[in-house]
């Protein structure tokens, strides 16, 4: 796998994490206030997100590695649904978001946080799964997973008060479900192109 599909399945990866950034930020209790505001929430959100793409792939690679025995020569099929699944999965949750309804409680501490990196991180362990059944670098992966959605959810938490302070937190929701969208999209099309090099090799 080429550096620019591990790059392009990092930023694919965030985008669960990125569309969730938008929606808090738009929501968050002092949106309409000062950018300034919404530092806490930010760093927040791309500590718990980073971490949590970070360790997730690596996890997923783990446990990957002590079942590639069992599907050596159809790794690259497996590589392929399991980036299809999780592209798909993405693209049908971009397109099933409800109205955003807003809590008065921050989401970016305590358990909620933790819930909400967890939840936008499972895809990376699927992910992490499949590098390894291809023998491409999962650290690699991992660590600009971590950067790409640390450096994406602080800029979706400030874009989402931007949002909401100049128009709608609808739009915040639409942007959201747009980014993620594109994010199934392209691990789709990753997936369908290690299937295409390995079938034609």
């Known amino acids: 796998m080429q550096e620019f599909e591990i790059f392009l399945s990092a930023g694919s990866l965030a985008m669960d994490a990125f ?10 209790p002092s949106a309409g206030a000062r950018l300034s505001s919404c530092a806490g929430p930010a760093f927040r959100m791309a500590a718990a997100c980073g971490a949590f793409q970070f360790f997730m792939p690596l996890a ?7 079942f590639l025995a069992l599907i050596a020569d159809y790794d ?6 399991l980036l299809a699944l999780v592209g798909l999965n993405m693209i049908r949750e971009s397109r099933s978001h409800d109205a955003a309804t807003c809590s ?14 967890l939840a936008t991180s499972i895809d ?7 590098f390894a059944a291809l023998g491409a670098s999962v650290m690699t992966l991992a660590v600009e997973a971590g950067i790409v959605t640390a450096l994406l959810c602080a800029a979706g938490v400030a874009l989402g008060v ?6 709608s937190g609808a739009v915040g929701e639409r942007a959201g479900s747009a980014v993620e969208f594109l994010g199934g999209v392209v691990l789709c099309g990753i997936g369908l192109n290690i299937l295409r090099v390995h079938l034609l090799a």
């Open 104 to 117: 008065v409680k921050d989401p970016t501490t305590g358990l909620a946080l933790l819930t909400l990196a």
């Open 19 to 28: 569309a969730a950034s938008l929606g808090i930020g738009a929501c968050l």
């Open 162 to 167: 931007r949002m909401t302070s100049c128009v």
């Open 76 to 81: 690259h099929w497996a590589a392929f649904a």
């Open 124 to 130: 990376a362990m699927a992910v992490g799964i499949s």
């Open 60 to 66: 997923g690679a783990f446990l990957g590695k002590r």
